[in-house]
T-cell receptor
Framework: DGGITQSPKYLFRKEGQNVTLSCEQN?????MYWYRQDPGQGLRLIYYSQIVNDFQKGDIAEGYSVSREKKESFPLTVTSAQKNPTAFYLC?????????????FGPGTRLTVL | AQSVTQLDSHVSVSEGTPVLLRCNYSSSYSPSLFWYVQHPNKGLQLLLK??????LVKGINGFEAEFKKSETSFHLTKPSAHMSDAAEYFCVVSSGNTPLVFGKGTRLSVIA
């Protein structure tokens, strides 16, 4: 059963703690992405990776870190430096077809800072 | 530079009536355009995409969109709304391998 999985679905964190969100895909996609979603603001790009062992900052990378040690996995760490981390986090990966790339999304992780 | 503007933050229709969600885009190159749907607390699902083939694109669940270069628009339509269509809809633009640019979303309400 192919797809993108994110875990956990809901995550609670105390202020000052780092937390890592998991994203795994078995679609054999090279490119993977992390987005943050806040009400009324659409999706904003945090980090993306187009190949293993390489990643680039997106529009709102401050307070976040990522790694891409395996093609299938692209974990996101929300650090204590992120001032307002409560949000819905979405992971995505790109397929490369003849008609151009298409992005597919995981089910999301809702992070709440207590 | 690319951008996308969804002209309505909220659209409300009665069940069985047509749906129109409006999207205008700006792109320096030949764009790829997408519509995604998101139900509450779920990920985004691809409805349809335009990639320089036919200007009228048919998607899933009876939705379609028409690419109009002269108007820089890519509006999403459906002839008859169902209750299950109630969700958030995102218009998205991309050129080549650049990251996607998302609109702020349109919330569709369907009234019984």
């Amino acid at each position: 059963d192919g797809g993108i999985t994110q875990s956990p679905k809901y995550l609670f964190r105390k202020e000052g703690q780092n937390v890592t969100l998991s994203c795994e895909q078995n679609l054999n996609h090279d490119a993977m992405y992390w987005y943050r979603q806040d009400p009324g603001q659409g999706l904003r790009l945090i980090y993306y990776s187009q190949i293993v062992n390489d990643f680039q900052k997106g529009d709102i990378a401050e307070g976040y870190s990522v790694s891409r040690e395996k093609k299938e996995s692209f974990p996101l760490t929300v650090t204590s430096a992120q001032k307002n981390p409560t949000a819905f986090y979405l992971c995505a990966s790109n397929s490369q077809g003849l008609a151009g790339p298409t992005q597919y999304f995981g089910p999301g992780t809702r992070l709440t800072v207590l | 530079a690319q951008s996308v503007t969804q002209l309505d933050s909220h659209v409300s229709v009665s069940e069985g009536t047509p749906v129109l969600l409006r999207c205008n885009y700006s792109s320096s190159y030949s764009p790829s355009l997408f519509w995604y749907v998101q139900h509450p607390n779920k990920g985004l699902q691809l409805l349809l995409k335009y990639t320089s083939a036919a200007t009228l694109v048919k998607g899933i669940n009876g939705f379609e969109a028409e690419f109009k270069k002269s108007e820089t628009s890519f509006h999403l339509t459906k002839p008859s709304a169902h209750m299950s269509d109630a969700a958030e809809y995102f218009c998205v633009v991309s050129s080549g391998n650049t990251p996607l640019v998302f609109g702020k979303g349109t919330r569709l309400s369907v009234i019984a």
